[in-house]
C-alpha cells in the first residue's frame, strides 16, 4: 500500500490489479506528469472521492436510526485566534429542526462520546477525550415544559431539563478526570424561553487543566450542501442545484481546544507536527454475569464502538452499503484488513455514476491518490503526489515500521493558520484547508471535479465547475472558540412561499460566510493556487519519469 515506506509494508494490503499493461501505463503517466499539471497534484489533494454531500449524515442503515449517537462531521484546525492550539469539532445528531420540542435535543445518557488523537501512525488513539452526560429534570411530575420561564443562566430554576458531563483524558493507558459535573448548554427553545443564547454558551465553555477549553451543547449545523445529490446526481439536471439542504437545521455540538504539545508525539509539536483525527461514539450495554461469580456481582458495563468519523464523506459515499455499519465499528489500525472497503478507495464507485448520468469518462485506477489523502496521509515517498504535508512518516520521532494504512482526518500542526482561507483549502493555495485538517468553512465542491479527471489533466469539467452551486454556510462562523455558529431558532418549513432563512445571529441573518471565507470559483483558484503553493513551500507535482 502506498505510504508505508517499504515494499514489504505496502504488501499489508492487496491493492486492486489492473491488468499488466494497464498498470505500466497508469503508473508510467503519474511518472511523467509536468508542471503543466500542477494544478491537477492540488486537486487531488483536496479531493474525497464523492459529490458535495451531507457529510456523514445517516451514512449507515444502523445509525440512521439512531441520531443521538450519529457523527456527522469532524473538524480538525489550527485555531485561527490562538495558533498555539488546535480546536476539534465534533457534531451529532443531524437534522434537528429548530422547534422540535417538546423534548428538543440531548446527548445520550448511556453513551460516550470520543474524540481520538494518533500521534504515532499505528491507527491506535495515543489520547482520547471522552464525554459522558447525565439527564435530569427539576419537575417531571407535575411539568411537560422543557423549560418553565424564561431561563437566563445554566442553573436558572426555570430550566426543567439538564445536563451535566464529566471529561476524562485517556493518554498511554491512564485516564484521569478533566472535568466533572460541569453543566452542557440545553437546547435553544427560542426567545421567549431563550433571550440571549449566546450569554449561556458563554456559561458553557470551560477551561481545562494546563490550559485548553471545551464546549458542549447546540449550534447550527456547519455543513452547507445541496442532497438532492442523491437524486440520481440531480437526476442529470444542474440547472436544479443551488439549494442548502442543511440550511435552517441545528446539530449537538462536542468542541474541544487544546495547546498542540498535549497532542503531539512526545509532547513535541514542533520535531512531532502531524496527528490524525477521528471521532467515535460508543454505546453501554450488559454482559449477564455468572451465577457462579464468588463476589455475587451483577453484569458488568460494556461499550461498543457505534459510530465513526474522521475523513468526511467517506463511510457515506466510499463505503458500499454491505460494510457501511460494520466500519462504524472499526478502528483505522483495522481499516487494512478490510479488502472490499479497500477496494473502493482504489476503485470508487462514484466515477461511474457520473460516468453513467453526465457521461464523463471515469479516470482509470487503480487511484493511488486517493488511497494517499485517506490511508496514509501525504508525503513524497507516500504515494504519487511528491509532497511533504500531513503523512505521520514526518515526525521525526515517530517508528516508520509501526506505521499503518488508516483512514485518518490529519493534521499538520506546523502549518500556521491563513490569513485569507479559501473554501477550497490546499486546491486554492491554501495549505492550511482541507484535506490538511478541516476547518468549518471548507468546501468539498472539488470532490467532483478531481473525481471525474480534473485531478489527471488539470482541467476542469466546464459541466459541473459549479459544483453544487452551495458555496459557503447561510450564516457566518465564530471569530472565537467554539467557532461554530448559534443555533437556528425559526422553523425550517416555514411553508408556501417562505423564502430564506432565520437565526438567532440577526446581524449575520442569511449571509453567506465572512470575508475572509468568501467563495471563489475554482477556475480562477487552481492558477492561485500553483504560484502560492509553490511560495509556502508545499509545492505539489508529480514525480517526474527518473523521481
Given amino acids: 500500500m502506498p505510504g508505508s515506506g517499504s515494499a514489504d509494508r505496502r504488501s499489508a494490503v492487496k491493492v486492486p490489479q489492473a491488468r499488466p499493461r494497464s498498470r505500466r501505463v497508469l503508473e508510467h503517466s503519474l511518472l511523467v506528469l509536468g508542471t503543466t499539471t500542477l494544478a491537477a497534484g492540488l486537486g487531488a489533494m483536496a479531493l474525497a472521492p464523492s459529490l458535495s454531500a451531507a457529510s456523514s449524515h445517516r451514512e449507515a442503515p444502523l445509525i440512521a436510526g439512531d441520531p443521538r449517537a450519529d457523527n456527522t462531521d469532524v473538524y480538525a484546525f489550527t485555531s485561527p485566534d490562538k495558533a498555539d492550539t488546535v480546536t476539534v469539532v465534533a457534531n451529532s445528531i443531524p437534522m434537528e429542526e429548530p422547534n422540535g420540542g417538546p423534548n428538543f435535543y440531548a446527548f445520550g445518557d448511556d453513551m460516550r462520546y470520543n474524540i481520538k488523537i494518533d500521534n504515532t501512525g499505528d491507527g491506535v488513539a495515543d489520547v482520547t ?53 460541569v453543566p452542557a448548554a440545553p437546547s435553544s427553545t427560542r426567545q421567549a424561553s431563550m433571550p440571549d443564547y449566546a450569554a449561556l454558551r458563554k456559561q458553557a465553555a470551560f477551561g481545562l487543566p494546563g490550559g485548553g477549553k471545551t464546549y458542549t451543547g ?55 507536527p502531524v496527528i490524525g483525527v477521528w471521532s467515535t461514539t460508543d454505546r453501554a450495554g ?119 494504512p488508516a483512514e485518518e482526518l490529519r493534521l499538520n500542526m506546523a502549518v500556521p493558520p491563513a490569513a485569507r482561507p479559501q473554501r477550497l483549502g490546499v486546491l486554492a493555495g491554501d495549505p ?51 467557532y461554530v455558529a448559534l443555533p437556528h431558532t425559526k422553523n425550517v418549513n416555514r411553508g408556501p412561499g417562505a423564502t430564506g432563512r432565520s437565526a438567532e445571529q440577526a446581524a449575520t441573518e442569511n449571509t453567506a460566510a465572512s470575508t475572509a471565507m468568501k467563495p471563489t470559483r475554482a477556475a480562477t483558484l487552481v492558477g492561485a493556487g500553483v504560484l502560492l503553493l509553490g511560495v509556502g513551500g508545499f509545492r505539489l507535482r508529480r514525480r517526474g519519469k527518473d523521481s
Avoid: M
Fill in 129 to 181: 477525550y471522552s464525554w459522558r452526560f447525565r439527564s435530569s429534570y427539576r419537575d417531571d411530575a407535575n411539568q411537560f415544559l422543557y423549560n418553565t420561564g424564561q431561563v437566563t443562566s445554566l442553573n436558572d430554576p426555570d430550566l426543567n431539563f439538564r445536563q451535566v458531563y464529566d471529561l476524562v483524558v485517556t493518554t498511554g493507558g491512564r485516564s484521569r478526570t478533566l472535568l466533572s459535573g
Fill in 218 to 272: 447546540q449550534a447550527e449545523d456547519p455543513f452547507f450542501a445541496d442532497l438532492r445529490v442523491f437524486d440520481l446526481l440531480y437526476g442529470g439536471d444542474l440547472s436544479e442545484r443551488g439549494q442548502d439542504t442543511l440550511a435552517g437545521y441545528n446539530v449537538n455540538t462536542i468542541a474541544i481546544q487544546v495547546p498542540k504539545k498535549q497532542l503531539a508525539l512526545k509532547v513535541n509539536s514542533f520535531r512531532n
Fill in 286 to 404: 450488559v454482559t449477564a454475569a455468572d451465577s457462579r461469580d464468588k463476589k455475587g456481582k451483577g453484569g458488568a458495563k460494556q461499550w461498543k464502538q457505534v459510530s465513526r468519523l474522521g475523513n468526511p464523506l467517506v463511510n457515506e459515499v466510499v463505503v458500499p452499503l454491505k460494510f457501511k455499519d460494520a466500519f462504524n465499528t472499526l478502528n483505522p489500525s483495522q481499516d487494512r484488513t478490510i479488502q472490499p472497503v479497500v477496494d473502493r478507495v482504489y476503485d470508487p464507485i462514484l466515477p461511474k455514476l457520473v460516468h453513467q448520468v453526465y457521461g464523463v469518462p471515469a479516470p482509470a485506477t487503480p487511484r493511488n491518490d486517493l488511497a494517499e489523502i485517506y490511508l496514509t496521509g501525504i508525503c513524497k515517498v507516500c504515494g504519487p503526489i511528491t509532497a511533504d504535508l500531513n503523512a505521520h512518516r514526518l515526525n521525526k520521532d515517530a517508528a516508520l515500521r509501526k506505521i499503518v
Fill in 432 to 482: 492550511a484547508g482541507f484535506p490538511n485538517g478541516r476547518r468549518l468553512a471548507d468546501d468539498v465542491d472539488i470532490s467532483l471535479q478531481a473525481v471525474v479527471g480534473a485531478a489527471r489533466t488539470g482541467v476542469l469539467v466546464p459541466e459541473l465547475a459549479d459544483g453544487d452551486k452551495v458555496d459557503a454556510n447561510e450564516v457566518r462562523f465564530g471569530a472565537s472558540f467554539p
